[in-house]
């Protein structure tokens, strides 16, 4: 049977290609889109998770739009220059022909989660805000989830939000924080593996191959993301973030993993970063924590050929 996920998601360009690649795999079942901020403010990522599931011909599944703002604070804004004013590339998309579902976000999945208890593994790609909503909201679901595994986070690698922190995690470390202390398992995806995945040029102009809308939307949106990489990191082409947490869905043997408690730092210039307890002995801060398995090695060029493939058979 596949296995049944709800996405969170601020698309973004990674989060398309995540998508994308989602909806590609047999061995998943696509739920339900649940909308946050973080590349683009929630309105607009609700309408491109609406969009991107016409391209898929995938309108039967529901869109449940999120969290506007984090746990305590604004949001602090989104980031055209890596994913375009759109959060597409900037190829401005007709709006979608359909709303999302009256629930919220947060309604959703524990709507989800009761139907379905023990079935349903969340996969947030983007800040964890709605997660931690949702928990607020039913705190039973952490003994309903299947598993959360998330894109995001930074155990021994530097951030990219900022020296210490992931985006993903910096836009909400409150709600982070909850997520992470939950009575569940959490598998953390984060910059530790995702920054050794590297999509080179030719595998980039393979898309243009495929013959499909999904590849065809994914071509044209990927330059003005690709130009973000190769001006700020020594390499051509992309880093694969958001789909690498879907690849571990599929083949976890693809990655190493560590199992830490986490917490999330909130003040000052480590606000965001996720810090393992990895020494012999537990800080009392971290004693109550549970066990998160942190992806630190993966097998790239495996993960990048996945991808392909099942996007070449859309």
Not at 5 to 17: E, N, R, S
Not at 99 to 128: C, K
Not at 272 to 281: I, L, Y
Request: proline share 8%; net charge negative; charged share 20%.
């Amino acid at each position: 049977m596949p296995r049944k996920i709800i996405i969170d998601t601020d698309p973004g360009v990674d989060d398309t290609m995540a998508i994308f690649f989602a909806l590609c795999s047999p061995e998943l079942e696509l739920l339900g889109l649940t909308t946050v901020f973080g590349n683009v403010h929630t309105k607009l990522a609700t309408k491109n998770a609406l969009r991107l599931l016409e391209i898929a011909g995938r309108t039967d599944i529901p869109v449940a739009h999120g969290a506007d703002d984090a746990l305590t604070g604004d949001f602090e804004g989104p980031v055209p220059f890596v994913h375009g004013e759109d959060g597409q590339g900037d190829i401005f998309l007709p709006d979608p022909a359909r709303a999302p579902i009256d629930l919220s976000a947060a309604q959703f999945i524990v709507e989800q989660l009761r139907a379905n208890p023990g079935e349903i593994t969340l996969v947030p790609i983007g800040p964890l805000t709605n997660i931690a909503l949702a928990l607020r909201l039913e705190p039973r679901i952490a003994g309903w989830v299947d598993e959360v595994v998330l894109m995001g986070g930074n155990a021994l690698a530097p951030g990219n939000a900022s020296p210490a922190a992931e985006a993903n995690i910096r836009n909400d470390p409150e709600a982070a924080d909850l997520v992470f202390g939950a009575d569940w398992q959490v598998t953390m995806v984060g910059l530790d593996v995702t920054l050794r995945v590297h999509m080179k040029p030719e595998h980039i102009a393979e898309y243009a191959t495929h013959g499909n809308p999904l590849s065809a939307h994914i071509t044209r949106i990927l330059p003005h993301y690709r130009n973000y990489f190769e001006a700020n990191y020594d390499a051509e082409g992309i880093y694969v973030h958001d789909s690498s947490a879907i690849a571990y869905l599929i083949e976890p043997d693809l990655f190493t993993l560590r199992r830490w408690p986490i917490r999330v730092g909130a003040l000052g210039l480590g606000r965001g970063k996720t810090w393992p307890a990895t020494g012999g002995r537990i800080p009392p801060e971290w004693e109550s924590r549970p066990l998160v398995n942190v992806c630190v090695g993966v097998d790239g060029e495996r993960l990048v050929a996945l991808e392909a493939e099942r996007l070449r058979g859309a």
